[in-house]
């Protein structure tokens, strides 16, 4: 879907969003690469409120929002399964490489995430990030815990 510029002044403006989703969460206006100005929601998922709340760190919310994105890579959230992140090649394409597959990172950050917390938190945390469930208070330092060792892992 194609975004229309708007506005008036020297810098465009891409209006995203509409009334009831200003309304419903926290929008803020931030400038792009390109110059232009967009709205952002900044409280959409929980762990973004939990952020906002600065009950984690905005290295712990980026290592969070990693773990999202292995998810979406490896095709097993938010959208359909992603078949050409197995390691078959029944899709009709090459097969991807062991060390590419969105598959093989979710199961490197999972195990990451299971060496920092052990393998019932491991699930805990996934499932949480992944459901966009509440992070409960007595469950914060796991949290964080977890996080840390996907920072320390993956984006430091």
Do not use: W
């Amino acid at each position: 879907m194609k975004r229309k510029t708007t506005g008036t002044g020297e810098k465009p403006i891409n209006d995203v969003g509409n009334k009831s989703l200003h309304d419903q969460y926290n929008v803020q206006l931030e400038e792009s690469e390109d110059g232009s100005f967009r709205a952002r929601v900044t409280d959409q998922l929980h762990i973004d409120k939990v952020l906002l709340k600065s009950q984690i760190t905005v290295a712990q919310h980026k290592a969070a929002e990693y773990l999202l994105q292995i998810f979406v890579n490896a095709g097993v959230f938010v959208k359909t399964v992603d078949h050409t992140s197995a390691l078959s090649g029944m899709t009709g394409g090459t097969p991807p490489s062991m060390f590419t597959s969105g598959l093989m990172k979710l199961r490197d950050v999972s195990l990451c995430v299971e060496k920092a917390v052990g393998e019932d938190d491991a699930v805990k945390v996934c499932v949480t990030v992944a459901k966009d469930y509440p992070i409960h208070d007595e469950d914060l330092e796991l949290f964080r815990k977890a996080f840390d060792a996907i920072d320390k892992a993956y984006l430091i």
